[in-house]
C-alpha cells in the first residue's frame, strides 16, 4: 500500500504556471505507475497526466498536452505536474493516484487507480 500526499496548489491568473508534488510513503513508489487527475464542481474526475514507472513513458489527454507535463523522482518517492499557459478551465481540485504495475500501461480511467491522495485545489482566474 502508498499513501499520497499533494502539495503545490493555489490561485494563479490565467497564462501562469503552477507545479504540483505528489509524495509518497509505503510500498516502494516505482512498483506504481502514477497519474493526475482533476474535479471540478459538479463534473466527473478527469484524467490529466500518467507517467509510467520509469518516467519513460508519459500520456497526456489533448485538453492539457503541450501545456502540462508530468514527471517523476524515484529516489525523492515524488511525481511532479508542471502546469504552463494555465486556463480559467484548469480549475479544479488536483489528485495524485498510483496504479499497480500488474495492470497494464496506460491507465487512463480513475476506476483502474489504486490509490489517491486528498487532492489540492488549483484555481485560476481570468
Known amino acids: 500500500q502508498v499513501q499520497l500526499v499533494e502539495s503545490g496548489g493555489g490561485l494563479v491568473q490565467a497564462g501562469g504556471s503552477l507545479r504540483l508534488s505528489c509524495a509518497a510513503s509505503g510500498r516502494t513508489f516505482s512498483s506504481y505507475h502514477m497519474g493526475w487527475f482533476r474535479q471540478a464542481p459538479g463534473k466527473e474526475r478527469e484524467f490529466v497526466a500518467a507517467i509510467s514507472w520509469s518516467g519513460a513513458d508519459t500520456s497526456y489527454p489533448d485538453s492539457v498536452k503541450g501545456r502540462f507535463t508530468i514527471s517523476r523522482d524515484n529516489a525523492k518517492n515524488t511525481v511532479y505536474l508542471q502546469m504552463n499557459s494555465l486556463k480559467p478551465e484548469d480549475t479544479a481540485v488536483y489528485y495524485c493516484?498510483?496504479?499497480?504495475?500488474?495492470?497494464?500501461?496506460?491507465?487512463?480511467?480513475?476506476?483502474?487507480?489504486?490509490?489517491w491522495g486528498q487532492g489540492t485545489q488549483v484555481t485560476v482566474s481570468s
Open positions: 493516484a498510483a496504479v499497480l504495475l500488474s495492470r497494464g500501461w496506460p491507465r487512463r480511467s480513475p476506476y483502474e487507480f489504486d490509490y
